[in-house]
Structures are given as C-alpha cells and as structure tokens.
C-alpha cells in the first residue's frame, strides 16, 4: 500500500483560524502515522518570508503598485511550490498549506478588483498547474474578524499589517470572494464556520478530511 500525499489548503478572512487548525490537522495526521509538512503563504522559504515582510510589515511595500503586490505573492508562490510543495507530494508527505491561490482571487481580485482571469492564469504559473485535493475555507464575519485581530494585536504588543488595515468594504469583499469561490469550486473547497470554538472547528476539519479521502487515506 503507497501513501499517496494529499494537499491541503486553509484559507478564510484574517483571524478565522487558519494556522491553528493547519497545526492542528498536521498533529491528527502524523498521530495516524503520516508524514506532513506546514507550510504557509506568502512564505514557506527563505525568499518567500523576505518577501512577506515587504509585503506585510517593511515600510518598501507601502504604496506599491497592485501589479508589483501581486506578483510578489506569485513569486512567494512559484519558490514554495518548486522546492517545497512539489518534492514533499512527490515524495509521499502531505502538505497542508495556511493560505494558497485563492488568496490571490480573493485579496487582488474581488478585493482589489485586479482582472480575475489574468490572477487565475498568474496562479497557474506560479502553481505549475498544482490544484489543492483539499481546501478548507474558515469563514468568519467581518466584525468578528476585526474583534479578532485586535485582540491578537493587543495580546502580542503587534501591529495591524498592510492587509489588514485595509478597510471594513475590503474586508467585506474579500469575505464574499471566498464565498462565490467556495460555491464555484465546491468540489474541493469545504466551508466551516469559523467563529466556532476552535475544538468544535478541529473535529469538522478531521471529519471533512476522512470523508474526503474516503477513510481509506492509506489506500492508493
Ligand atoms: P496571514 O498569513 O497572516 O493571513 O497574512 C497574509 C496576508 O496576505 C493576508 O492579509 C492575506 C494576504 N494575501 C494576499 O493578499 N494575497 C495572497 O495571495 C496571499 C497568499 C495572502
């Protein structure tokens, strides 16, 4: 019996719970006796952390063009998925991913209003044409998720970043951007409500997991 590598994305609005449920997810997995990596976007390697702090926290990124904003997160991208995502899938191990494409629909098109085609064609680029098995969108309201950062923000002495302190009307499309893109591509995006407790979201996430892949996530 091979152990074929899933890919497993998160995404949802900031503060819906992403990086907790991927670490989360990737503890239930390696219990089971998987190999699984978490990686992240923008991020996952050394460049791409340096080019999220540009894009997040260092003041270069301030005022940048959206075209320069976007393909920034498709170079992110391109690094992760050539020397991380790939040779990890290639070798077995499950990959599950805080944040991936639909980030960039989401952020650059509906937010932004960036052309949506032109993301889906830059996303292919930068992916080599790599789908997730697996999306799971944490959704949250806007308010909610405001409440959310500002207490995480107030707790670790941070500071809003660009993304986030953009205002209520982004937020509130990019909310909705995942929504139409969860309905559009419903055979691999899973909606879970976000503003659940977060064991209640964990045992949700497992279960769309072993439903997904059948239970048999041993089995070729
Ligand atoms: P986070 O990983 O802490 O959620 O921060 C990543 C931020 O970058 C978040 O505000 C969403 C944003 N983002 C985009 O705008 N486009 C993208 O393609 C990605 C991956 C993230």
New binding site residues.
């Given amino acids: 019996m091979t152990k074929i590598g899933k890919f497993i994305t998160f995404e949802g609005p900031?503060g819906s719970g992403?990086?907790t449920q991927a670490a989360k997810l990737a503890e239930r997995l390696k219990a089971d006796g998987f190999e699984v990596i978490v990686t992240?976007?923008?991020?996952g390697t050394a460049v791409g952390e340096a080019i999220?702090n540009i894009?997040?926290h260092d003041s270069a990124g301030e005022g940048m063009p959206a075209s320069t904003?976007?393909l920034l997160?498709?170079a992110?991208?391109a690094a992760l998925m050539e020397t991380v995502i790939k040779p990890a899938l290639d070798k077995g191990t499950w990959v599950i991913c805080?944040?991936?494409?639909?980030?960039?629909?989401?952020?650059?098109g509906y937010?932004?209003g960036y052309d949506i085609d032109t993301l889906l064609s830059l996303n292919e680029t930068a992916t080599q044409g790599a789908e997730p098995d697996l999306t799971i969108l944490l959704d949250l309201e806007v308010d909610e998720s405001f409440k959310r950062l500002e207490k995480r923000n107030s707790e670790a002495g941070t500071e809003l970043?660009?993304?986030?302190r953009?205002d209520r009307s982004f937020h509130e499309r990019?909310r909705g951007g995942y929504l139409e893109i969860a309905a559009k591509f419903h055979g691999r995006c899973y909606i879970i409500d976000g503003s659940l407790d977060s064991d209640v979201v964990e045992e949700a996430v497992w279960s769309v997991v072993n439903d997904r892949f059948n239970g048999g996530m041993n089995e070729d």
């Fill in positions: 900031e992403k990086s992240r976007e923008p991020g999220r894009l997040q904003e976007i997160f498709e992110s991208r805080d944040r991936f494409s639909d980030s960039t629909t989401v952020y650059q937010g932004r970043d660009r993304m986030e953009e990019v």
